[in-house]
């Protein structure tokens, strides 16, 4: 029976991934945009593409994010003490911010073969990462580590993912700002609640997103490509996230260094192999 504990309801687990991977698929229909729309603000023009299909990633993302609750809702220690959304909230935010992520990406994509494999991979990660959640759900798991782990390195790869998409389409800055600092936000809230296991550091998320959107603003008028763009982008995230949390576990300086280095040299490697 403790062996059940680390696989959810197979029906309502299905049945969740099954609808987002379908939802997700609706979005090769979806067309690029249905017009141009332009303002002023204090005599300064904003131009930006508006349409009601624009609002169809936060349609998925919601639908995902109430089904990921009704999964996890039925995991064995949910039973014994009883959960409702909100308590459960922390667990099904990175569920559906990687819906919401995958969508945008997609619209975003050229409806090609490899919008089909972006796709594939795409809710594979969905199921991957609601997996991990089932599994951090109870912390004397034996596979509480291991989830907790995989859920670090997805939310940072989920972080690339958005933060290429933006760069690669036409998003505006004023629009791709906000998404970057509340992407960068929940994951460094999640990220190092999941590594230090010491409550809900809301102080430390907050400066590493604003910091985050700084760095994204700077980094706009540059001249990278998506990919080196998005790799300085989740470096630096990383590398915040690392500070932040050896800061909380007072580490001594040399350990806390170690880490974040070894980030920075590999992302500077990859960005001069891929230039």
């Known amino acids: 029976m403790e062996g059940k504990s680390n696989i959810p309801d197979i029906a309502h687990f299905n049945i969740v991934t099954a609808f ?15 017009g141009q729309h332009a303002t002023e603000i204090f ?9 009601l299909y624009a609002l169809f ?10 089904g990921s609750a009704w999964v996890l809702s039925g995991h064995t220690a949910s039973t014994e003490k009883p959960r409702n959304l909100w308590t459960l909230l922390p667990n099904v935010i990175l569920p559906g911010l990687s819906v919401f992520i995958l969508s945008i990406t997609l619209r975003e994509m050229a409806r090609s073969g490899t919008w089909w494999v972006v796709y594939v991979l795409g809710s594979l990660l969905f199921v ?17 580590p291991a989830a907790a ?8 790869a989920l972080f690339l993912i958005l933060s290429v998409a933006l760069r690669t389409g036409r998003t ?9 600092i509340l992407a960068s936000a929940f994951i460094s ?3 190092i609640r999941l590594r230090t296991q ?3 550091k809301l102080e430390h998320a907050l400066i590493i997103a604003i910091l985050t959107g700084q760095l994204a603003i700077g980094l706009h008028y540059f001249f990278l490509t998506p990919l080196q763009y998005g790799l300085v982008l989740t470096a630096a995230l990383y590398v915040m996230v690392s500070l932040a949390c050896g800061v909380i576990q007072r580490l001594k300086p040399s350990e806390l260094l170690v880490e974040p280095a070894v980030m920075i040299v590999l992302c500077i490697g990859i960005i001069f192999l891929i230039r």
Do not use: K, M
Not at 57 to 66: N, Y
Not at 172 to 180: G, S
């Open 172 to 180: 505006r800055l004023f629009i791709v700002i906000p998404l970057v």
């Open 198 to 200: 010491d409550g809900w």
């Open 149 to 156: 782990l995989g859920l670090v390195a997805l939310s940072q």
């Open 189 to 191: 809230l999640r990220s």
């Open 128 to 144: 991957l990462v609601l997996l991990a959640e089932y599994n951090v759900l109870d912390n004397q798991s034996e596979t509480h």
């Open 20 to 34: 987002t991977a379908l939802a997700l698929g609706l979005t090769f229909a979806l067309p690029p945009s249905s």
């Open 43 to 51: 005599g300064v023009r904003f131009s930006f593409d508006f349409n």
């Open 57 to 66: 990633p936060v349609f998925i993302a919601v639908i995902a994010l109430a």
